[in-house]
């Protein structure tokens, strides 16, 4: 398929002047080929990836990922990330370009959050008025705030989850915000959500929801792979005759008791 169709294609719900403020997306690095026919897709291209991609003999025309590759200018990103330089280095050699799209699949319709609130089946789903990146839904029946969280675990792939109990006790009405979306839970809270799901939340944004009487259920932020088998689906609906390759090497941190 022709690579500047796909991309327009791409745009169409997940245009970069969606992206937040300061956020970077498109083109990583490397130059996007005249034809794409096969895609590898991850959350984070790293040198697991790498090493996956070169031991399978993987020959993408484009990494596509979710988190941007080089999160700032070239120059200020390889300054003190020699790592990542070194990177860079080794897939340009291979002629293989990296394409990120993050806030602006985060925000989309259909992508991250769509697709979250779709794998907690929540009925009447809708993005939030004062953040429009979340999503926020009903379930189909009400359950206990503990129950839910268990529920949660076993829709998004976590084994575990870190629950801030300090309100109802009841869950009927939940909002979702894949990734670090701590700092967006005032929002669920006005908006009347009996439930808040995002993740990286730092200490004193738990006092903060302990002290507004608020639920808040902290899930890591690797719940956001499910950015691989849902943009999978977006390109074969573009092209079924797409090669799609999908690394997910991402692992949550060992629970130690």
């Known amino acids: 398929m022709k690579t500047n169709k796909l991309l327009r294609k791409l745009a169409v719900n997940f245009p970069k002047s969606i992206k937040s403020p300061g956020d970077y997306v498109g083109l990583m690095t490397g130059k996007l080929k005249d034809e794409t026919n096969t895609i590898l897709l991850c959350l984070d291209f790293d ?45 340009d050699s291979l002629n293989i370009p990296v394409y990120s799209m993050h806030t602006n699949f985060d925000t989309g319709k259909d992508g991250m959050n769509d697709a979250l609130a779709n794998a907690l089946h929540l009925k009447n789903v809708k993005p939030l008025e004062t953040c429009p990146m979340a999503r926020g839904g009903e379930l189909e029946n009400e359950m206990d705030v503990v129950e839910f969280a268990k529920y949660a675990n076993k829709c998004l792939g976590m084994e575990y989850s870190h629950l801030i109990h300090a309100g109802k006790e009841k869950i009927k009405t939940v909002a ?54 849902q943009m999978k689906k977006i390109l074969l609906n573009i092209d079924p005759d797409l090669n799609i390759i999908i690394v997910d090497h991402e692992k949550i941190p060992a629970l130690i008791k």
């Open 47 to 91: 040198n697991e990836v790498y090493e996956t991609m070169i031991e399978k003999g993987y020959k993408p025309d484009l990494i596509l990922t979710h988190h941007p590759f080089i999160y700032g200018t070239k120059y200020r990103v390889f300054k003190h990330d020699l790592n990542k330089k070194e990177l860079c280095e080794k897939i």
């Open 176 to 229: 979702v915000l894949g990734g670090g979306g701590s700092y967006k839970y005032v929002s669920a809270l006005k908006e009347g959500y009996d439930i808040y799901i995002s993740g990286d939340i730092a200490h004193h944004k738990r006092r903060d929801v302990i002290a507004d009487h608020y639920n808040f259920l902290d899930m890591f932020h690797e719940i956001e792979k499910i950015f691989m088998p």
